[in-house]
């Protein structure tokens, strides 16, 4: 249980509101700011407007997926008002508090880093990455149905990365009858493909790969789906890059190109908010209930 935990909840989406829904049965004092524009009722939660005091007592701050932008801004999609993260009420988080986020670019490493406070990263975290890669697959497949005039069965896909979520992907794509090759850096990697039944390659052969598939699934966060690449595909193929932004693909060359080419990061929140929201809300509360053993005198 979380009773006496003093959680704040800044913005975000559908994810949060399982994530209220679950810190409130785990009786947490839960205070939310950005979800005065939800028009079903948030039941044991606060609502508020964002005060510095709102800080003083918090022992867990949760944001958004992208905890903030480079500027401090928090998004919310339940709200139509700014919300900015400002180095003062990070300031006023008591010192045991821990600011969760699923990524956290460089304004908000910054600053917890200058005030002591901890900071979770909950997508770095294997156990949520591996989970999230589920919805990640049904939402990259349902994108590749709605942009082909083929089956998944019977296509030749190619997925470049075999991490958490290509390696999701690429089990996916194979169990609905897709000839699949994935592309690999490491041996390791290459012998788990291949363990698989698929058909890997090394990705400095990508140039030589390219030529006949249908669809390419790209996981991996830097420029790797380059003009040179995109000129030897196949016009026919539609390019899905999962990468968080700015992704993998020369996107400018592929629509020079005519060609189809969507940049698809945060999947799981798109098309399965409940089921993401759940893999962060048990998460989440399994790390908050830890953090309260070591506060003290916590239920």
Sequence with gaps: MLTGVQVLLIGGDARQLEVIRKLTELDASVTVVGFEGLHTPLDGAIHA??????????DALLLPAVGTDDNGLITAVFSDRELRLTEAQIARLPKHATVY?????????????????????????????????????????MMAIQNTDITIHGSTCMVLGIG?????????LQG???????????????????????????IDRLLHEVGNIDLLFNTIPTMIVTAQIIANLPSRAVIIDLASKPGGTDFRF??????????????????????AGRIIADCLCQLIMDNAKLWGERP
């Design 254 to 275: 592929a629509e020079k190109r005519g060609m189809k080419a969507m940049l698809a990061p945060g999947l799981p929140g798109i098309v399965a908010p409940k089921t």
């Design 49 to 58: 407007e964002l005060r510095d005091e709102l800080f003083d007592s918090a």
């Design 101 to 141: 986020a699923g990524m956290a670019k460089s304004y908000l490493v910054q600053l917890c880093a200058k005030h002591g406070i901890g900071l979770m990263e909950l997508f770095e975290r294997d156990d949520v990455a591996i989970y999230n890669s589920i919805p990640t697959a049904e939402g990259a497949i």
């Design 176 to 202: 609905l009858g897709a000839k699949v090759k994935v592309g690999v850096r490491r041996q390791e990697h290459f012998a788990r493909a291949w363990e698989m039944g698929v058909t890997p390659f090394y």
């Design 164 to 172: 958490r979520t290509g390696l999701t992907l690429a089990r996916t």
